[in-house]
Nanobody, 118 residues
């Protein structure tokens, strides 16, 4: 059974930092591209916004323009875990954050809430 469990969310002030973690089990992590998505409460539809992706070997990372230079995605294949370091948080970053494993079938975690207050 594949499981993805996110943690590390919380309440932070503008300009603060958080580090999200996503621990996986039941899949071949080292062969999975991993991504972070988010869904803001005011989003007009059900689709989640892509945030960042890291290749299975950790060699390539890509970011949405909205987080480029502030967020860093990383992974530890020994721990089957992907991380999202978020610095310089802004109110607009408030959202539920989800990790996704692409094996290439997609699996999602349950999400962790990030709230940025002014």
């Amino acid at each position: 059974q594949v499981q993805l469990v996110e943690s590390g969310g919380g309440l932070v002030q503008v300009g603060g930092s958080l580090r999200l973690s996503c621990v996986t089990s039941g899949l071949t992590f080292k062969k999975s591209a991993m991504s972070w998505y988010r869904q803001a409460p005011q989003a007009p539809g059900p689709e989640r916004e892509w945030v960042a992706t890291i290749a299975s070997d950790g060699g390539t990372s890509t970011y949405a323009d909205s987080v480029l230079g502030r967020f860093t995605i990383s992974r530890d294949n020994r721990k089957n875990t992907v991380y999202l370091q978020m610095n310089g948080l802004e109110v607009k970053d408030t959202a539920a954050y989800y990790c996704k494993a692409s094996t290439p079938r997609d699996y999602w975690g349950q999400g962790t809430q990030v709230t940025v207050s002014s």
